[in-house]
């Protein structure tokens, strides 16, 4: 647990965040609200194209502003069964890796952590209504997400109960950031 100001612990949750993802670890950003998920995620995809890590090409926009592309994280946020391959149907929460983005808005996706197969096709109307960004969400969302580390911002209206729910998605550790 660490506390301090503002600015200070956004930044800290965040650069513990990117080391651990440099190490190789499955790490999520967690905060309190949907505009602080959303400058977290802007600002991991910036960064995250910058070092190299995704290549700029065609993106899609996505409902809150943000933009993704081939490489990127995201979550999907509305159960559908009709979308599906062989396995699998798209699910509230699940975590996927973009492998394409078609000239029409789609998305091709793979579940993350998977190398090969098992794509699924999201439409560019669902994508555009019901994906996020994957690398920071809100208690809420990460809700079953588990990931090797978990970076909690913990506001002051932070209730108990997402406290809770985002100090137990790290399997190996889990820090936060007390403004």
């Known amino acids: 647990v660490t506390g301090g100001e503002t600015e200070a612990m956004t930044d800290a949750a965040y650069a513990a965040w990117r080391a651990d993802r440099h190490q190789g ?99 560019a109307s669902y994508a555009a209504e019901h994906v996020d960004l994957g690398y920071a969400v809100t208690a809420h969302r990460a809700q079953g997400l588990t990931t090797d580390t978990a970076h909690v911002l913990v506001e002051p209206t932070t209730t108990r109960e997402n406290l809770y729910v985002a100090m137990t998605r790290g399997r190996q550790s889990n820090q936060a950031y007390v403004i």
């Open 25 to 123: 670890l499955v790490s999520v950003l967690i905060a309190e609200t949907h505009d602080d998920v959303t400058t977290l995620n802007t600002r991991a995809r910036a960064d995250l194209i910058l070092d190299g890590t995704l290549k700029p090409g065609r993106e899609v926009e996505l409902h809150d502003g943000t933009t993704a592309g081939v490489g990127d994280t995201i979550i999907t946020r509305r159960n559908d069964r009709r979308l599906r391959n062989n396995r699998e149907w798209v699910r509230n929460g699940d975590t996927w890796t973009i492998t394409a983005v078609r000239d029409d808005g789609s998305l091709t996706a793979r579940k993350a952590g998977r190398r090969f197969g098992r794509s699924i096709v999201l439409p």
